[in-house]
């Protein structure tokens, strides 16, 4: 399916267009990134907030795709997709769900740059920031 505005389906055919993208549970995590200490690692945190991170082993991901950088006070972290090997595991995809549901949900903290009543959000089509 190509990404095209105004194309329209019927939901049966819709959902069939969409099948076979990235639209599932292996759609990647957007999140700030830097070096790890630990060989073959790397750290992730949340694109809204630096103060907590997480190791994430090399071996574990697919691919990585840089984003851009985002301010967080008075620095700045590269931001990136992580996409996961695929994996047999149920618990494995119910882990990735969830954390992409809290991801999508989560405000944005900080200083955004956005008028009051609204937080920075990612779009994934454009791969930029907005506000909404």
């Known amino acids: 399916m190509t990404n095209q505005t105004g194309k329209y389906f019927a939901p049966g055919d819709y959902l069939e267009a969409i099948k076979d993208t990235d639209a599932g ?3 990647g995590l957007v999140g700030q990134i830097k070096p790890s200490d630990n060989p073959g690692s790397l750290r992730y945190a949340h694109p809204a907030s630096c103060q907590t991170w997480i190791e994430i082993r090399h071996d574990d991901l697919q691919s990585i795709e840089h984003l851009g950088f985002r301010r967080c006070g008075d620095h700045r972290h590269p931001m990136a997709r992580l996409t996961f090997k695929p994996s047999d595991d149920p618990l494995h995809a119910t882990l ?3 954390a992409q549901l809290h ?4 405000p944005m903290a900080g200083d955004d740059g956005c008028p009051p009543g609204q937080h920075r959000c990612y779009d994934a089509g454009s791969h930029h920031w ?3």
């Open 103 to 106: 991801q999508d949900l989560a």
């Open 96 to 98: 990735l769900s969830l």
């Open 130 to 132: 907005t506000c909404c």
């Open 25 to 27: 549970t292996n759609g």
